[in-house]
């Protein structure tokens, strides 16, 4: 990088091999094993783009401490960020500010940083004391642990992500629609008249009813009340007679009926005269 020192030794360890968001993760987890209240607020955590400067926020009683890390193996860090580290402490009113690389700061930055009672500069050999040998297959499982998603290019991101809520959007409508049409087709069913069964007996009851008992001589209703009729002249005899089964009709009484009923079929005919 242009305008900066290259470091006097750089190291070749596991650590050196850490990509950044792995190194934030260390440098958190060693001062949470210290009794910090550790938050991450730095792009390794968060993945946004910009960490504002700080990475993690320390807090432990009355303390309130920044920490920037800086992942550098080639390069020294310079007192510009000894300066910017200084000038967010000041604003958000921490008590402290520790300013972490894994190689090397400049003579400049560690100047700067002697002037400030509640800085701190911690280079890659501190560092390495600190933490203690790191093995390559915790760097591997912190890997994984922390492996941030692919980011994409934004346009290509916003297009993607109004696709995704577009085609969410079509699919809940057509559930939507689907619920609807099941629950009209349910109603219309419910709604069709229930088959008419008859009760048993009824229709026998009703043609037993309807059809009379006929004797030579005599017809008979099936109910409660007999209606005795003279065939031949289709006058009633007896209007009402008992629920007894009639008797046959003696040569005498038929020759009288006979009588009666012509009687009555002369009259009428002498009073109608068009007969």
Not at 39 to 45: A, C, L, P, R, Y
Request: aromatic content about 6%.
């Amino acid at each position: 990088m242009k305008g900066l020192k290259p470091v006097s030794r750089r190291h070749d360890d596991s650590l050196s091999r850490v990509g950044w968001e792995q190194f934030e993760a260390l440098v958190a987890g060693y001062y949470r094993s210290q009794g910090f209240q550790v938050e991450h607020v730095g792009t390794g955590e968060t993945g946004r783009d910009s960490d504002g400067g700080v990475d993690l926020k320390l807090r432990r009683g009355e303390s309130y401490i920044l920490v920037q890390c800086k992942r550098w193996t080639a390069m020294k860090v310079p007192h510009n960020a000894v300066h910017e580290l200084l000038g967010i402490m000041v604003n958000q009113g921490a008590t402290g500010a520790i300013l972490i690389t894994s190689g090397e700061f400049t003579k400049a930055a560690i100047e700067a940083a002697s002037r400030q009672r509640d800085f701190k500069l911690i280079d890659g050999h501190e560092l390495r004391v600190m933490l203690g040998p790191v093995p390559d297959s915790a760097l591997d499982s912190l890997a994984r642990w922390r492996a941030p998603a692919p980011k994409m290019a934004g346009k290509a991101a916003s297009g993607l992500g109004r696709a995704m809520v577009a085609k969410l959007v079509i699919a809940g409508l057509f559930l939507v629609f689907v619920v609807l049409v099941a629950q009209y087709l349910q109603s219309v069913i419910l709604s069709l008249p229930a088959a008419v069964e008859p009760r048993p007996g009824t229709l026998t009851q009703v043609a037993e009813r309807s059809t009379p008992v006929i004797s030579p001589t005599v017809q008979v209703d099936a109910d409660t009340c007999q209606e005795l009729i003279d065939k031949p002249s289709g006058t009633y005899i007896d209007h009402c007679a008992s629920g007894k089964a009639p008797q046959p009709l003696s040569e005498a009484q038929l020759r009288e009926q006979q009588r009666r009923a012509d009687a009555a079929m002369k009259v009428i005919a002498d009073s109608t005269p068009e007969l």
